[in-house]
């Protein structure tokens, strides 16, 4: 196998990983949300936290595999959308005291995240494991 077969492969591997990490980490926010509102109060924290890990430093990490896996334009959509959600929810939690309704949007956002990031898994597993690929030893 050739260094840039295994370069893509490798980052493709790398792409699969870090987009089900992201999308555990979506739905622990979702979880924590839920501890923070039927459990105790303090598990806010989690909530606030937990996104300053992942919501910038994962959709970064993406964008990197998906230029050394040589992935299809469509992918780089779904980063970007993941971009421009993760934007979208620092905006509504930060502006809802300035203009009350738009808070409502958060859990909408979220949704689209989720929906988003589910899309770019079901995208690189049929990359990946396609026959074709197989095939051509990519």
């Keep these: ?15 699969l990983l870090f987009i089900s990490l992201f999308i555990l980490c979506v739905l622990f926010q979702f979880l924590s949300v839920g501890l923070a509102m039927f459990v105790d109060s303090g598990n806010w924290v989690y909530h606030r936290n937990v996104v300053h890990l ?11 595999f998906a230029y050394l896996g040589s ?5 780089y959509g779904h980063i970007f959308g993941l971009f421009f ?9 930060n502006m809802r005291f300035q203009i009350p309704w738009i808070g409502a949007l958060h859990p909408l956002f979220g949704l689209l ?23 051509e030893g990519v």
């Excluded at 196998?1 to 792409?15: A, Q, T």
């Excluded at 992942?54 to 990197?64: V, Y």
């Excluded at 992935?71 to 992918?75: A, S, V, W």
């Design 54 to 64: 992942f919501g910038w430093n994962i959709p970064l990490l993406l964008l990197l």
């Design 85 to 93: 959600f993760i934007f979208a929810m620092y905006f509504t939690a």
């Design 1 to 15: 196998m050739s260094s840039g077969r295994l370069r893509i492969k490798v980052s493709r591997y790398m792409f």
């Design 71 to 75: 992935l299809p334009r469509l992918m």
């Design 113 to 135: 995240l989720l929906a988003i990031s589910c899309r770019s898994l079901k995208s690189i597993i049929k990359m990946i494991f396609s026959k074709n690929e197989q095939q």
